[in-house]
């Protein structure tokens, strides 16, 4: 059963919020300042699918954060605030970099055939890029957004690849083909990528960008309801378990138009 809390932060995301107007032409003279923070929640069973864009005001934005927050299931996330001059593009990047042995190679060594193993270097993390351009008028602010979340998924599988090598004695013979067997990984990688072009939003207001579906891991302990709360020794009682959830992630990107650049 899905927790209650759970269908309140996604109700908070239905309420009634108007859009904002077009925006004039833009200029490229004034900072940008860009505010992120992405919220990750338990989908509940029959939740209807949410907008993909919201507005949210200032009161909205708290009592969001603030159901959320009473969620033991959700997670919140803030950005590091990121100011730049006009249309500047800003990244935020936390990576980490992992190398797996992915194939075989057959490389000819003095007329032998010799099988080294190759290796890729996959980037697991999260990507996000956000960059506008405020109106003349400097109230709103054309919001172009891009999030992109590499996983990897259970654990990796090694599978045995093998080979026949010919053995080559000190004298030039050659010897009877023997098997050799070497493993190679194959990593299952998920990515979630959310983005968003164009989005007029006013400097101060906060706009809900709405991340697909996605299956996480959780961890789970069971044990009895008085002897699983006092420290230490509710290690022997308890029990762990691993499951995979629905959950989806709410990016909340809130610009604000600062005092005008010097050119």
């Known amino acids: 059963m899905r927790s209650p809390i759970a269908l309140a932060v996604l109700a908070a995301?239905?309420?009634?919020?108007?859009?904002?107007?077009?925006?004039?032409?833009?200029?490229?003279?004034?900072?940008?300042?860009?505010?992120?923070r992405a919220v990750t929640v338990v989908v509940p069973d029959g939740a209807k699918e949410p907008p993909a864009t919201r507005f949210f005001t200032d009161t909205d934005l708290t009592a969001f954060l603030t159901e959320a927050q009473?969620?033991?299931?959700?997670?919140?996330?803030?950005?590091?605030?990121?100011?730049?001059?006009?249309?500047?593009?800003?990244?935020?990047?936390?990576l980490d970099k992992q190398t797996f042995v992915?194939?075989?190679?057959?490389?000819?060594?003095?007329?032998?055939?010799?099988?080294?193993?190759?290796?890729?270097?996959?980037e697991l993390g999260v990507r996000c890029d956000v960059w506008g351009r405020v109106s003349a008028d400097a109230k709103y602010v054309q919001l172009n957004f891009a999030h992109e979340d590499a996983r990897l998924v259970g654990a990796v599988p090694l599978v045995p690849v093998t080979t026949l090598i010919e053995p080559v004695f000190a004298d030039g013979n050659k010897g009877k083909p023997v098997p050799f067997t070497q493993y190679v990984q194959l990593p299952t990688i998920e990515?979630?990528?959310v983005s968003r072009s164009d989005l007029v939003v006013p400097s101060g207001g906060h706009a809900v960008l709405t991340g697909p579906t996605?299956?996480?891991?959780?961890?789970?302990e069971f044990g009895p309801p008085v002897v699983s709360q006092i420290p230490y020794?509710?290690?022997?009682?308890?029990?762990?378990?691993?499951?995979?959830?629905?959950?989806?992630?709410?990016?909340?990107?809130?610009?604000?138009?600062?005092n005008e650049s010097a050119p």
């Open 13 to 36: 995301l239905s309420s009634s919020v108007t859009a904002a107007e077009p925006a004039p032409a833009p200029r490229a003279t004034r900072d940008l300042t860009f505010a992120v």
């Open 233 to 258: 020794l509710n290690r022997l009682f308890k029990n762990v378990g691993y499951g995979r959830e629905p959950a989806r992630t709410f990016f909340i990107v809130s610009p604000v138009v600062g």
């Open 191 to 193: 990515t979630v990528r």
């Open 102 to 122: 992915t194939g075989i190679d057959a490389v000819n060594v003095k007329g032998q055939p010799v099988f080294v193993p190759r290796s890729t270097e996959i």
């Open 214 to 220: 996605f299956e996480r891991e959780v961890r789970t």
């Open 70 to 94: 009473n969620d033991p299931n959700a997670n919140t996330v803030q950005y590091p605030r990121i100011t730049v001059r006009g249309t500047q593009r800003a990244e935020v990047s936390v």
